[in-house]
Protein backbone atom coordinates (compact mmCIF):
# COMPACT_ATOMS: atom_id res chain seq x y z
CA UNK A 1 0.00 0.00 0.00
CA UNK A 2 2.91 2.44 0.53
CA UNK A 3 4.39 1.56 -2.58
CA UNK A 4 1.00 2.47 -3.97
CA UNK A 5 0.62 5.88 -2.19
CA UNK A 6 4.38 7.28 -3.06
CA UNK A 7 3.42 5.98 -6.86
CA UNK A 8 0.12 8.40 -6.45
CA UNK A 9 2.28 11.22 -4.82
CA UNK A 10 5.11 11.02 -7.54
CA UNK A 11 1.80 11.69 -10.28
CA UNK A 12 0.59 14.20 -8.03
CA UNK A 13 3.50 15.91 -7.86
CA UNK A 14 4.92 15.57 -11.72
CA UNK A 15 1.12 16.85 -12.57
CA UNK A 16 1.92 20.05 -10.69
CA UNK A 17 5.27 21.07 -12.27
CA UNK A 18 4.30 20.63 -15.92
CA UNK A 19 5.90 23.36 -17.73
CA UNK A 20 3.69 26.41 -18.72
CA UNK A 21 4.98 26.56 -22.47
CA UNK A 22 3.63 28.51 -24.92
CA UNK A 23 4.28 26.50 -28.04
CA UNK A 24 2.67 22.75 -28.99
CA UNK A 25 6.24 21.55 -29.53
CA UNK A 26 7.83 22.87 -26.46
CA UNK A 27 4.88 21.60 -24.20
CA UNK A 28 5.07 17.79 -25.83
CA UNK A 29 8.83 17.65 -25.43
CA UNK A 30 8.86 18.77 -21.61
CA UNK A 31 5.81 16.55 -21.49
CA UNK A 32 7.54 13.29 -23.05
CA UNK A 33 10.36 14.10 -20.92
CA UNK A 34 8.65 13.95 -17.87
CA UNK A 35 6.61 11.43 -18.74
CA UNK A 36 9.21 8.82 -19.50
CA UNK A 37 10.76 9.78 -15.66
CA UNK A 38 7.45 9.18 -14.04
CA UNK A 39 6.61 6.10 -16.32
CA UNK A 40 10.44 4.50 -15.13
CA UNK A 41 9.43 5.48 -11.88
CA UNK A 42 5.90 3.72 -11.41
CA UNK A 43 7.44 0.75 -13.27
CA UNK A 44 10.31 0.03 -11.30
CA UNK A 45 8.02 0.53 -8.10
CA UNK A 46 5.21 -1.76 -9.09
CA UNK A 47 8.07 -4.54 -9.60
CA UNK A 48 10.01 -3.63 -6.64
CA UNK A 49 6.49 -4.39 -4.76
CA UNK A 50 6.10 -7.80 -6.68
CA UNK A 51 9.74 -8.81 -5.96
CA UNK A 52 8.94 -8.04 -1.97
CA UNK A 53 5.77 -9.65 -1.88
CA UNK A 54 7.84 -12.42 -3.31
CA UNK A 55 10.57 -12.37 -0.79
CA UNK A 56 7.88 -12.68 1.87
CA UNK A 57 7.69 -15.87 1.47
CA UNK A 58 11.72 -16.63 1.99
CA UNK A 59 13.46 -16.62 4.98
CA UNK A 60 17.48 -16.05 5.96
CA UNK A 61 18.36 -13.78 3.02
CA UNK A 62 22.77 -13.66 2.32
CA UNK A 63 23.25 -10.67 0.70
CA UNK A 64 21.22 -8.28 -1.79
CA UNK A 65 21.68 -7.92 -5.51
CA UNK A 66 21.41 -5.05 -7.93
CA UNK A 67 20.55 -6.07 -11.95
CA UNK A 68 19.76 -3.42 -14.38
CA UNK A 69 17.68 -3.45 -17.20
CA UNK A 70 17.23 -1.32 -19.97
CA UNK A 71 13.76 -0.64 -20.57
CA UNK A 72 11.78 1.91 -23.47
CA UNK A 73 11.26 4.26 -20.06
CA UNK A 74 15.02 4.21 -19.31
CA UNK A 75 17.17 2.24 -16.99
CA UNK A 76 15.60 0.20 -14.50
CA UNK A 77 17.42 -1.12 -11.37
CA UNK A 78 16.39 -3.92 -9.43
CA UNK A 79 17.84 -5.23 -6.25
CA UNK A 80 16.46 -8.62 -5.09
CA UNK A 81 17.70 -11.25 -2.44
CA UNK A 82 19.98 -14.26 -2.99
CA UNK A 83 19.84 -17.02 -0.80
CA UNK A 84 21.87 -20.02 -0.08
CA UNK A 85 20.51 -23.46 -1.72
CA UNK A 86 21.87 -26.65 -2.34
CA UNK A 87 22.88 -25.57 -6.08
CA UNK A 88 25.21 -22.11 -4.11
CA UNK A 89 23.84 -18.60 -3.76
CA UNK A 90 20.26 -18.40 -5.68
CA UNK A 91 18.37 -14.77 -6.58
CA UNK A 92 14.82 -16.89 -6.53
CA UNK A 93 12.29 -14.44 -7.51
CA UNK A 94 14.39 -13.79 -11.21
CA UNK A 95 13.24 -17.61 -11.89
CA UNK A 96 9.92 -16.81 -10.46
CA UNK A 97 9.29 -13.30 -11.87
CA UNK A 98 10.44 -14.60 -15.24
CA UNK A 99 13.52 -11.32 -15.16
CA UNK A 100 15.66 -11.97 -17.94
CA UNK A 101 19.52 -12.51 -17.95
CA UNK A 102 20.64 -10.08 -19.98
CA UNK A 103 19.59 -6.28 -19.17
CA UNK A 104 18.31 -5.61 -22.60
CA UNK A 105 14.62 -5.82 -23.11
CA UNK A 106 13.45 -7.30 -26.66
CA UNK A 107 11.35 -4.12 -27.41
CA UNK A 108 14.71 -1.97 -26.30
CA UNK A 109 16.74 -4.31 -28.43
CA UNK A 110 14.23 -4.03 -31.37
CA UNK A 111 14.11 -0.42 -31.30
CA UNK A 112 18.12 0.15 -31.43
CA UNK A 113 18.45 -2.50 -34.31
CA UNK A 114 15.61 -0.39 -36.68
CA UNK A 115 17.46 2.61 -35.98
CA UNK A 116 20.80 1.10 -36.56
CA UNK A 117 19.97 -0.61 -39.58
CA UNK A 118 17.57 2.45 -40.86
CA UNK A 119 20.16 5.46 -40.43
CA UNK A 120 24.08 6.26 -40.30
CA UNK A 121 24.55 5.48 -36.25
CA UNK A 122 25.77 8.68 -34.87
CA UNK A 123 22.14 9.62 -35.62
CA UNK A 124 20.95 6.54 -34.76
CA UNK A 125 22.88 6.86 -31.16
CA UNK A 126 21.22 10.35 -30.76
CA UNK A 127 17.55 9.13 -31.37
CA UNK A 128 17.93 5.99 -29.26
CA UNK A 129 18.98 8.18 -26.45
CA UNK A 130 16.49 10.83 -27.13
CA UNK A 131 13.03 8.02 -27.35
CA UNK A 132 14.79 5.99 -24.19
CA UNK A 133 16.81 8.33 -22.22
CA UNK A 134 19.38 5.37 -21.77
CA UNK A 135 22.53 7.08 -21.51
CA UNK A 136 24.60 4.53 -23.57
CA UNK A 137 27.98 4.74 -25.54
CA UNK A 138 27.35 4.63 -29.56
CA UNK A 139 29.92 1.86 -29.32
CA UNK A 140 27.61 -0.01 -27.10
CA UNK A 141 24.79 0.55 -28.99
CA UNK A 142 26.36 -0.61 -32.51
CA UNK A 143 27.78 -3.94 -30.62
CA UNK A 144 24.08 -4.68 -29.40
CA UNK A 145 23.02 -4.43 -33.21
CA UNK A 146 26.33 -5.81 -34.49
CA UNK A 147 25.45 -9.13 -32.24
CA UNK A 148 21.73 -9.08 -32.89
CA UNK A 149 22.44 -8.88 -37.15
CA UNK A 150 25.13 -11.87 -36.37
CA UNK A 151 22.61 -14.10 -34.46
CA UNK A 152 20.20 -13.29 -37.37
CA UNK A 153 22.44 -14.50 -39.69
CA UNK A 154 24.03 -17.64 -37.98
CA UNK A 155 20.76 -18.74 -37.13
CA UNK A 156 17.71 -18.59 -40.36
CA UNK A 157 14.45 -19.96 -38.79
CA UNK A 158 15.27 -17.09 -36.19
CA UNK A 159 14.94 -14.78 -38.72
CA UNK A 160 11.78 -16.30 -39.94
CA UNK A 161 10.44 -15.92 -35.64
CA UNK A 162 11.86 -12.08 -35.71
CA UNK A 163 9.70 -11.60 -38.68
CA UNK A 164 6.73 -12.74 -37.10
CA UNK A 165 6.78 -12.48 -33.87
CA UNK A 166 5.22 -9.59 -32.12
CA UNK A 167 8.35 -9.22 -29.73
CA UNK A 168 10.55 -10.58 -32.37
CA UNK A 169 13.96 -10.39 -30.56
CA UNK A 170 12.34 -12.80 -27.67
CA UNK A 171 12.91 -15.73 -30.13
CA UNK A 172 16.79 -14.80 -30.25
CA UNK A 173 17.14 -15.69 -26.57
CA UNK A 174 14.50 -18.66 -25.93
Request: hydrophobic share 35%; charged share 25%.
Amino acid sequence: MNNLKSILSQISDTLQDLPNCHHLEEFVGEFYSIWLKLGNFVQQSLFEAKIEEKEAQYSHPRTKREKRYYTPLGEMVLVRRAYETRDGIKVKVDEELGLPKDKWLPMVLELACALGVSSEFPNSHSLFQKWTKLNLTQKTLANQVEKVGNQLQSHPKKEEKFNQSNYRFRALFN
